[in-house]
């Protein structure tokens, strides 16, 4: 299957989903709710089930390396954040199931989409790699806001329209300045990657030691029926499916 083709900007240069911050801030500040111990409900896509974009992550992880305000992360807990659902304790195991069943009804609808990952951007907490296409992954995260609204209430978070999903592939840990890692970036050739992404992972996590880390607890799958996928995207060797192995981590 041919490269991706790469969206290009009125000056011919490869054009980013959205422009990068002015300035890099430290990323690990406790949010409201969050210390050592605290864990949390979330959906996330688990980047280690899609090993092309765990690769393509690498490659530009490889330019970041000398900086020292950059905490890179590591394979396994590479991840793109869907939702979130709610700190552990305030959910009991009934509810959570409630909640699985739910989404998993939501989820059955939506197609099982091919995304493509090409160029980081720099957000101001983090070096971040976002689809060219972000509306596959706001589909998916409507039909889990949906399946949490019936089976527990309002969903946490901003509607999806707000919503700018990516892979992150390290997170700032002091003010910077970002042009000398947009610099590093500009050397690179890197090509695009696609892959497939057949379900989605309730994990427990937590961030106890200067990195999101988790169990998974069980998965989502998304529909089989390919329709809704672009024909010339589904075919070839360079499309990763992601593994379901054993549902609870």
């Known amino acids: 299957m041919p490269t991706p083709p790469t969206p290009s900007g009125p000056d011919g240069q490869p054009a980013l989903p959205y422009r990068d ?3 890099l801030t430290n990323h690990w500040w406790w949010r ?3 210390q050592v111990g605290t864990r949390f409900y979330a959906w996330h ?8 974009l765990a690769e393509h992550v690498a490659a530009y992880q490889t330019a970041l390396r000398p900086f020292r305000f950059l ?11 869907v939702q979130g659902l709610d700190h552990t304790h305030a959910v009991d195991d009934a509810r959570r199931d409630a909640v699985v069943e739910a989404v998993r009804t939501q989820l059955a609808t939506v197609p099982v989409p ?6 980081p951007v720099l957000h101001g907490e983090a070096v971040v790699i976002p689809p060219t296409d972000p509306v596959p992954l706001r589909d998916i995260r409507d039909a889990i806001r949906a399946g949490i609204s019936a089976s527990y209430g309002t969903p946490e978070g901003s509607p999806s329209n707000g919503y700018r999903p990516h892979t992150s592939a390290a997170y700032v840990n002091t003010a910077a300045d970002p042009e000398p890692v947009r610099a590093a970036f500009d050397v690179l050739d890197v090509p ?10 309730l994990i427990e996590m937590h961030r106890d030691r200067r990195m999101y880390e988790w169990r998974v607890i069980t998965t989502a799958q998304l529909s089989t029926d390919l329709e809704g996928v672009r024909a010339d995207a589904i075919s070839g060797d360079e499309i990763s499916d992601g593994g379901i192995g054993d549902a609870h981590g």
């Open 21 to 23: 911050a002015d300035a």
């Open 114 to 119: 091919v995304l493509t990952f090409d160029q």
């Open 71 to 81: 905490d890179l992360i590591p394979r396994q807990w590479l991840h793109i954040t």
């Open 32 to 34: 409201p709710g969050w």
């Open 45 to 52: 896509i688990p980047v280690v089930d899609l090993p092309p």
């Open 192 to 201: 695009a990657v696609q892959v497939r992404v057949p379900f989605v992972s």
